[in-house]
């Protein structure tokens, strides 16, 4: 079946350096694409999303690349924090079905 | 920001018995409302999608008669678990959606064990 998956299960990182999450989706139909931040014991916590029309969108500390050629999602962390320690999952939206597509999760580990 | 809210946070209950979850939008009206289900160190997993006022759509393998879904007004959803069994056990979390949006808002999980 269709799914949106992630290269790497858990990257670790010393405070200060930059973070790079990938995930590779497989529906062409997605137009609209997001990643979540989930702490151990609650919901996912929206970070930043991207639409199908747009290449790279930035926000705080943070940046979102997609490449609809090669339909390879990454989510860049500028100077991570302990704070950012967590698991990180991209979510697709195929736009004839209204339902997000969950990846499986990079768990970030922060060293201090 | 839109807030979503699920209660209980956390329930143990006995193997058999029906355990009742609320997710409530606080602030806005939803039209749409979801329930995952993620087991440990897994992702979410789409478990039904529910409109108000209207019957909930299951997702393939999801037990419409084990999971009761409810979607009474615009800021309330239930999901029973009916006749739970261990195997039941997870972390249950819901999102909504306005008609207007494609984002969807989180609620902060339902952790459910069954004894």
């Known amino acids: 079946g269709e799914s949106v998956g992630l290269h790497l299960p858990t990257l670790s990182v010393q405070e200060g350096d930059n973070s790079i999450i990938n995930c590779a989706y497989s529906n062409s139909a997605s137009d609209y694409f997001i990643w979540y931040k989930q702490e151990s014991g609650k919901g996912p916590q929206f970070i930043i999303d991207i639409r199908s029309n747009m290449d790279k969108r930035q926000g705080q500390r943070v940046t979102v690349l997609l490449n609809k050629t090669v339909k390879h999602l990454s989510l860049q962390i500028a100077a991570t924090q302990p704070g950012d320690s967590a698991v990180y999952f991209c979510a697709e939206l195929p736009g004839n079905t209204g339902k997000l597509i969950f990846g499986q999760g990079t768990t970030l580990q922060v060293k201090p | 920001g839109a807030v979503v809210s699920q209660h209980p946070s956390r329930v143990i209950c006995k193997s058999g018995t029906s355990v009742k979850i609320e997710c409530r939008s606080l602030d806005f009206q939803a039209t749409t409302m979801f329930w995952y289900r993620q087991f440990p160190k897994q992702s979410l997993m789409l478990m039904a999608t529910?409109?108000?006022?209207?019957?909930?759509?299951?997702e393939q393998g999801v037990e419409k008669d084990k999971f009761l879904i409810n979607h009474a007004s615009l800021t309330l959803s239930t999901l029973t678990v009916t006749s739970a069994h261990p195997e039941d056990s997870s972390f249950y979390i819901c999102?909504?959606?306005?008609?207007?949006?494609?984002?969807?808002?989180f609620g902060p999980g339902t952790r459910l064990t069954v004894l």
């Open positions: 999102s909504a959606r306005t008609s207007y949006v494609h984002e969807q808002f």
């Open positions: 529910s409109n108000e006022g209207s019957k909930a759509t299951y």
